[in-house]
């Protein structure tokens, strides 16, 4: 899959840019799992840490689509086929990665992790996985979000961000120093510069020095 750089798409605003940057830490985090897994090493404990929080990233990100954006924007499209379509697609891709999900689950619970029998069986559900959430990306990125920002105002962009921001001051505060994990240093100032002052600060103070004591992925 790679390390692609994480990029501000064209015309992006802070708000579009909360979600191309959960999609890059998605990638990354599924590049280390596998690394992880292909060196044998599943059952580390920071493995599976970074695991545990990957897992709840991703489901944080499909509750904030499919609870708040994705409705919106069907409202949006009422009466165009080709576009409740596209939204119709992005759901099955979500009922599709939880069992994907569930296997890679199952494959680190084993013991024995090695050059086969649990380790084997943890690389090819990671691939899996991976192939099938690169999927889910590309199309969102193609083309729901596009046709999210043709059809939504900026005010319930604004909204969305809003809603992102309650849920990372009232329980997930892992999201900011997460998406800016490993990144280089423009895109990390793009991203933070993305953000308001205080949630800059709470970064800076509290975030980002917790999450690194936790050294998720460390092996």
């Known amino acids: 899959m790679g ?17 191309y940057a959960a999609h890059h830490a998605f990638r990354r985090d599924l590049d280390r799992l596998a690394a992880a897994a292909a060196a044998g090493k599943g059952q580390a404990s920071h493995v599976r840490a970074g695991w545990e929080n990957l897992k709840e990233q991703i489901r944080l990100h499909q509750e904030l689509e499919d609870g708040w ?9 009422r ?15 979500h009922a599709r990665l939880a069992p994907l999900i ?13 050059d086969a029998g649990a380790g084997g069986d943890l690389r090819a559900a990671v691939r899996e996985l991976s192939e099938a959430l690169e999927r889910h990306l ?3 990125e193609a083309s729901a979000l596009p046709l999210a920002r043709s059809v939504l105002a900026e005010a319930e962009w604004v909204a969305l961000a809003a809603e992102a921001r309650g ?8 999201f900011v120093p997460w ?3 490993g990144i280089g240093p423009v895109e990390r100032s793009r991203f933070l510069t993305a953000l308001p002052k205080p949630l800059r600060e709470l970064n800076r103070v509290t ?10 992925w460390s092996i």
Request: charged share 35%; hydrophobic share 40%.
């Open 167 to 174: 849920r990372c001051e009232a329980g997930t505060p892992l």
């Open 69 to 77: 954006l994705w409705p919106r924007v069907e409202r949006a499209v």
């Open 102 to 114: 569930a296997r890679v689950d199952a494959a680190m619970g084993d013991t024995g992790a090695g």
């Open 179 to 181: 998406v800016v994990d």
């Open 3 to 19: 390390m692609e750089t994480f990029a501000v798409q064209p015309r992006d605003t802070a708000w579009h840019t909360l979600l």
């Open 79 to 93: 009466g165009h086929r080709a576009e409740r379509a596209v939204l119709e697609e992005l759901r099955s891709d």
């Open 207 to 216: 975030w980002e020095p917790r999450y690194r004591k936790r050294r998720l």
């Open 138 to 140: 590309r199309h969102e």
